[in-house]
Every structure is written in C-alpha cells, then in structure tokens.
C-alpha cells in the first residue's frame, strides 16, 4: 500500500502562486510515476503533470504548461507542485496519484492509489 497526502491548497487571487505537496509513504517504488490530477465541479478528473521517481522526465497539460511546475525530493519521497499565474480556471480539487509499475501515463485509471486531494480556488 501507499498512502498519498497532499497540502498546500487554499483560496489566491488570479495571477497569485501556490505550492501544493504530495507526501507519499508506504510502499512507494524506485520507477514509479507520480502524477497530478485535478477536478472542477461538475467536470471529470483531468490531468494536470507527472514525473517519475527515479527520472528528471515531466509531462505538463497543455493549460498548465509553462505555468506548473511538477518537481520531487526523492529523500523526504514528496513531490510537489509550483502553480504559477493561476487563472479563474485552475479552481479544482488537485489530487496526488502514485502509479507502481513505472507507466508514464497522463490517464488517471493507470494509477494504483490517491490521495484525499486538496481544494484550490483561485478568486478575481
């Protein structure tokens, strides 16, 4: 098992940054893939970024790309992720999704557990 816990969430003004952190514990693998999902009301779970433990390789949505950065400090085994000039429609719960098979996937059913997700609002 692996357990996820993320923080970090919490209400910006559009145009401000948040960092959100995954902490993960349990039975984390060297190759597994580390992922960010996030869901809007009334919208299916989308991808947002994913890493990989062991590889300095990252794939990014093309709304978020050159505004989030995905990035992971194998020694505290937390990734995190840097949101920079959020917009009116970053609002979302952001979950964590740790997959153990070292599939780089952008689909959130390849991922094996999740965490409780943490709410971001971005405000006008």
């Known amino acids: 098992q692996v357990q996820l816990v993320e923080s970090g969430g919490g209400l910006v003004q559009a145009g401000g940054s948040l960092r959100l952190s995954c902490a993960a514990s349990g039975r984390t693998t060297a190759s597994g893939t580390m992922g960010w999902f996030r869901q809007a009301p009334g919208k299916e779970r989308e991808f947002v970024a994913a890493t990989k433990w062991s590889s300095s390789i990252t794939w990014y949505a093309d709304s978020v790309k050159g505004r989030f950065t995905i990035s992971r400090d194998n020694a505290k085994n937390t990734v995190y992720l840097q949101m920079s000039s959020l917009k009116l429609e970053d609002t979302a719960v952001y979950y964590c999704?740790?997959?153990?098979?070292?599939?780089?996937?952008?689909?959130?059913?390849?991922?094996?557990?999740w965490g409780q997700g943490t709410q971001v609002t971005v405000s006008s």
């Open positions: 999704a740790a997959d153990r098979s070292g599939i780089f996937s952008n689909v959130a059913r390849t991922y094996d557990y």
